[in-house]
């Protein structure tokens, strides 16, 4: 279903800078429009960049981790059901045209297929944590040498905890002396997920710009076309159906599809013209930035709700340093912990901020940054055979999305940055926030 020419080339340039337009890159390879339903692109058929070498001497011992889980199926079963009632509906009273009868089958179809499933981990999303376990290894093999100790957590949701298990797997059938320690708790919540404990400031941040979301969608999404394919008579459907909420389920389903095998030969996007799907990503782009990312609109502060997250991985990071034990903490959640905390490291551009709206898919492309699975790979390096516990002897290297990263202290050489330098930026971006009432 996926469209692996364009996604090789896609690869290939970059994930935030690409020569294509967002419209070109939209509308050649619609999957993408899914946003962050986007299914992880890299497979093991399609080629992944290629890394820098380690700077002369130096080779990897620790890798501090967080990832989102796999593709997974719809988290609210109303936008399974909500279309069905709406064409029903349209169906009883002898509205529904062939075209309509036709999106009924299929929504039908999908809907008995995700009983008891809302939420759930799929069978392509397992194999997305899989593969990047196995690139993980190849990549670092120094890391998974021997008995390496491996801490993994996972937030309490079960997809993330089904990710953490197909990942530490995998790494277990490829080095099977590996000491790996799994974990999933409430009493971790309040730095693996947001939402959790005391901390209200990203509720209350979403819920501060969510009239901003709303009002773009009333003014810019436009369902008459849509909804006049599938249906005899506009004028009953206009009184009758709510058309842009009609029109937004079935997107969201259509953009779902990909991280099911067992909907490979199933799409919706036909249902949508290119200027439709284009403004259906464009709009959840927007929701996207403004509700989890370093938005002016939602005061830049959005990023901070990870400053535990941040902190823990510090923590755990300097802890590895001091002993010199090969090993990786490996952390399991939520694209709305991914993103904020790109942004609060300052990854790439994803801490981009911006006032027009309209103008922000020219510059931040959420499909780029949180597909499903989406990670971040911060891989510590010291001098070949030294067990030092110096920090200005650590140099560290981020993937995003495994893809080398820029960060926002000055690199020792390419992609590779002194721990104490960005440490110390990182430790003083988080005391910023102490005064805060949160």
Same mark, same amino acid.
């Given at each position: 279903m996926r469209h692996i020419t364009l996604v090789i080339i896609a690869v290939i340039t970059c994930l935030t800078v690409n020569a294509a337009t967002p !419209?070109?890159?939209?509308?050649? =390879? @619609? &999957? !993408?429009?899914?946003?962050?339903?986007y299914a992880y692109p890299f497979g093991t058929d399609v080629e992944? /960049?290629?890394?820098?070498?380690?700077?002369?001497?130096?080779? /990897? @011992?620790?890798? &501090?981790h967080y990832g989102r889980h796999g593709s997974r199926w719809l988290t609210n079963a109303k936008t399974y059901e909500r279309p069905l009632k709406?064409?029903?509906?349209?169906?009883?009273?002898? %509205?529904?045209?062939?075209q309509g009868e036709l999106l009924l089958r299929q929504l039908t179809l999908v809907n008995e297929t995700s009983q008891q499933r809302v939420g759930d981990l799929s069978d392509e999303g397992a194999e997305q944590h899989q593969q990047i376990a196995e690139r993980m290894f190849r990549n670092f093999p120094e890391v998974f040498q021997g008995n390496a100790r491996i801490n993994?957590?996972?937030?309490?949701?079960? +997809?993330?905890?089904?990710? %953490?298990?197909?990942?530490? %797997? !995998?790494? +277990?059938?490829?080095?099977?002396?590996?000491?790996?320690?799994t974990d999933a708790s409430y009493h971790d919540m309040y730095y693996m997920g947001w939402g959790y404990g005391e901390d209200t400031l990203a509720n209350d941040l979403r819920k501060s710009v969510d009239p901003i979301s709303n009002e773009m969608y009333d003014q810019y999404?436009?369902?008459? !076309? @849509?909804?006049?394919q599938l249906v005899n008579d506009t004028a009953w459907a206009a009184a009758n159906l709510n058309g842009r909420q009609l029109m937004r389920d079935v997107f969201d389903i259509a953009g779902s599809l990909q991280g099911h095998h067992w909907f490979n030969d199933m799409s919706l996007y036909h249902y949508f013209n290119n200027n439709e799907i284009f403004e259906l990503w464009r709009l959840k782009n927007i929701y996207w930035y403004i509700h989890w990312a370093n938005a002016p609109q939602n005061g830049n502060r959005m990023p901070f709700i990870e400053r535990a997250l941040l902190r823990d991985m510090i923590q755990q990071a300097g802890a590895a340093i001091a002993t010199g034990e090969r090993g990786a903490n490996l952390r399991f959640g939520h694209e709305t912990c991914v993103l904020p905390l790109a942004c609060l490291m300052e990854i790439d551009d994803? =801490?981009?901020?911006?006032? &027009?709206?309209?103008?922000?898919?020219?510059?931040?492309?959420?499909?780029?940054?949180?597909?499903?699975?989406?990670?971040?790979? %911060?891989v510590f390096y010291r001098p070949k055979g030294s067990t030092s516990n110096s920090l200005t002897d650590v140099l560290v290297k981020v993937l995003f999305n495994e893809h080398e990263a820029t960060l926002?202290?000055?690199?020792?050489?390419?992609?590779?940055?002194?721990?104490? &330098?960005?440490?110390?930026?990182?430790?003083?971006?988080l005391d910023t926030v102490i005064d805060w009432n949160v």
């Open positions: !419209r070109k890159q939209i509308i050649g =390879n @619609f &999957d !993408r429009s899914a946003s962050n339903h992944i /960049p290629k890394l820098t070498p380690a700077p002369e001497g130096y080779e /990897p @011992f620790h890798i &501090d709406q064409l029903t509906k349209a169906k009883l009273a002898g %509205m529904l045209n062939l993994a957590k996972s937030t309490v949701i079960i +997809r993330c905890i089904l990710s %953490m298990q197909n990942e530490t %797997m !995998r790494l +277990r059938s490829l080095n099977p002396e590996l000491n790996i320690h999404l436009h369902s008459e !076309r @849509f909804i006049a994803v =801490n981009y901020s911006c006032d &027009d709206l309209n103008t922000l898919h020219e510059h931040w492309q959420d499909f780029n940054i949180i597909p499903k699975a989406c990670n971040i790979q %911060m926002p202290v000055k690199p020792v050489t390419g992609p590779y940055y002194r721990w104490s &330098d960005l440490q110390q930026y990182y430790e003083k971006k």
